[in-house]
Nanobody, 114 residues
Framework: VQLVESGGGMVQPGGSLRLSCAASGFTFSTWDMTWVRQAPGKGPEWVSIIGPSGDIAYYADSIKGRFAISRDNAKNTLYLQMNRLKPEDTALYYC????????WGQGTQVTVSL
């Protein structure tokens, strides 16, 4: 199993980023997929989960209405569209397979700062 996140970077408050997670080594279209983040000095925080077909998704209250999870099963890729970013969204963002998480990637850093 390999999960490779990308798309992170530095953005000003109010800005947007789109994270991607390229998956391989398993049948992507049959698994729940998750985004988790970890801010400096804090424990992991669950962000969002999407069902195998993409028709069901759930979000943490802290990002609800600002972030959108999606997936392209033909491309074996998971996405997280992040809008109206806030400084408190600064974290290392990981994608993961399964519920509970069985595997996760190395993460991509998101920094929201002036």
């Amino acid at each position: 199993v390999q999960l490779v996140e990308s798309g992170g970077g530095m953005v000003q408050p109010g800005g947007s980023l789109r994270l991607s997670c390229a998956a391989s080594g398993f049948t992507f279209s049959t698994w729940d997929m998750t985004w988790v983040r970890q801010a400096p000095g804090k424990g992991p925080e669950w962000v969002s989960i999407i069902g195998p077909s993409g028709d069901i998704a759930y979000y943490a209250d802290s990002i609800k209405g600002r972030f959108a999870i999606s997936r392209d099963n033909a491309k074996n890729t998971l996405y997280l569209q992040m809008n109206r970013l806030k400084p408190e969204d600064t974290a290392l963002y990981y994608c993961g397979r399964g519920r509970p998480l069985l595997d996760w990637g190395q993460g991509t850093q998101v920094t929201v700062s002036l």
